[in-house]
């Protein structure tokens, strides 16, 4: 009985010793800041010298502020985490800009832009339009403002496609507002860096219970249909019933 008791207190011991090494190790919030500077600075090697000045030039001001005003060591000790704010602010903008620059011209771009709008706006993870040939896409989204179709390529093409949905979901939501939105570098588009400003920016027209009807009714639409060989209706087809019952 002892030694049973001995190699169970063995095998729990080796278990817990595996699951101790399965864990993740937790990040901290340096670590995730630090990966985001690294980042960045691939993308723009100033950044370094963009978030020095800015601290510098914070920091400057408040020494000025407190050798005319009061006394300066006051002044630098409320100026440094100043400072520190305008390195971060100068970090957070230059960061944004990198992970544009990284995701530009990848197809689903606007999408991962659109990631970041709040206020109540939802976007469905999928495209609700493709041209599959020229790597067009429609993105669709809901709020406050109404329906959202956000389009992805050139300005020639992507008219039709933005069109065939707007009639689409205009069939089911006659009285709801829908705007068309075409992000791209082309001329009367929307860059990439500025969509999702574009989107909040968009008047409230409809209540949050209106929104949540509006989401339920649109799903109703469903999403994209895979294409069918000509000639086929699936409506009529009948199942091979020797196949069934094997021959």
Request: net charge positive.
């Amino acid at each position: 009985m002892a030694r049973t008791s001995s190699g169970g207190d063995a095998r729990n011991d080796v278990a817990a010793s595996a699951a101790k090494q399965k864990k993740p190790k937790k990040r901290r919030w340096y670590h995730q800041l630090w990966d985001v500077y690294k980042m960045t600075r691939k993308q723009n090697p100033l950044v370094t010298w963009w978030m020095l000045a800015a601290f510098v030039g914070v920091v400057a001001v408040a020494l000025l502020i407190g050798v005319l005003a009061g006394p300066w060591v006051y002044a630098l000790v409320i100026g440094v985490p100043f400072g520190v704010l305008a390195a971060m602010f100068v970090l957070s903008r230059s960061a944004e800009k990198a992970a544009y620059t990284q995701i530009a011209g990848q197809p689903g771009a606007a999408r991962a832009a659109l990631g970041t709008v709040r206020g109540g706006w939802t976007f469905e993870d999928e495209p609700v339009a493709v041209d599959a040939r020229n790597q067009d896409f429609v993105f669709r989204g809901v709020g406050k403002a109404g329906v959202v179709l956000v389009s992805e390529g050139p300005p020639h093409r992507v008219g039709r496609l933005l069109e065939q949905e707007r009639k689409k979901v205009s069939r089911i939501l006659s009285n709801v507002p829908v705007t068309l939105i075409q992000c791209g570098d082309g001329e009367g588009q929307v860059p990439l860096t500025k969509v999702a400003r574009s989107v909040t920016k968009l008047k409230s027209t409809l209540t949050r219970a209106e929104v949540s009807e509006v989401s339920k009714r649109l799903k109703a639409i469903g999403g994209m249909k895979l294409p069918i060989p000509k000639g086929i209706d699936p409506t009529r087809a009948r199942p091979d019933r020797k196949g069934m019952r094997g021959r």
